[in-house]
């Protein structure tokens, strides 16, 4: 290929076929259409944000346990962003989610006390909840720690 007066391109031989891979072998497992959460892999990340593990830790577990950067099938990226997809299906149901565990324990806990208070519109306002070890504490100190989830929220 030379270029040819007034700045035109001329073309002397074009080769249909390519003649050399786009990726090495070992680079393969980094290209996205390559790369894959399995159901098993999500579900162990998910279990592992319960324990408060970050989605950087969880993919640092799974490159331990399945053997390699290369066996996980997916990135730290990848690991990050199904987590925040997975947030942001949670996302409006927390609240519902936090008042039913709560509930629940309510019914098989005999000692656990919880009330909540929603608004007009059905979001909720107040959350209250104790176990025996928080009304042994208050009748022995007759201190109560109380959180304002609302506040600095209004900026």
């Known amino acids: 290929m030379e270029i040819a007066g007034d700045k035109k391109w001329t073309i ?15 680079d393969m497992h980094l290209m996205s259409s390559n790369r894959e959460l399995t159901l098993i892999k999500k579900h162990m990340i998910h279990s592992m944000s319960k324990l ?27 690991c990050k ?23 629940d324990k309510k019914k098989y806990m005999p000692n656990f006390s919880c009330d909540y208070i929603t608004g007009d519109n059905g979001t909720l ?12 504490n208050y009748f022995t100190f007759g201190d109560v720690v109380s959180f304002d989830a609302t506040y600095r929220s209004k900026k």
């Open 12 to 26: 002397y031989r074009l080769e249909l076929e390519h003649t050399h891979s786009f990726v090495h072998e070992e």
């Open 52 to 78: 408060n593990l970050g989605p950087v830790k969880a993919f640092n577990v799974l490159r331990t346990v399945f053997g390699g950067f290369e066996e996980v099938g997916a990135s730290k990226e990848d």
């Open 81 to 103: 962003n199904f987590k925040s997809e997975l947030n942001l299906y949670i996302g409006e149901y927390d609240c519902d989610m936090v008042v039913a565990k709560l509930m």
């Open 125 to 136: 306002k107040g959350l209250f909840w104790a176990d025996e070890y928080c009304k042994k």
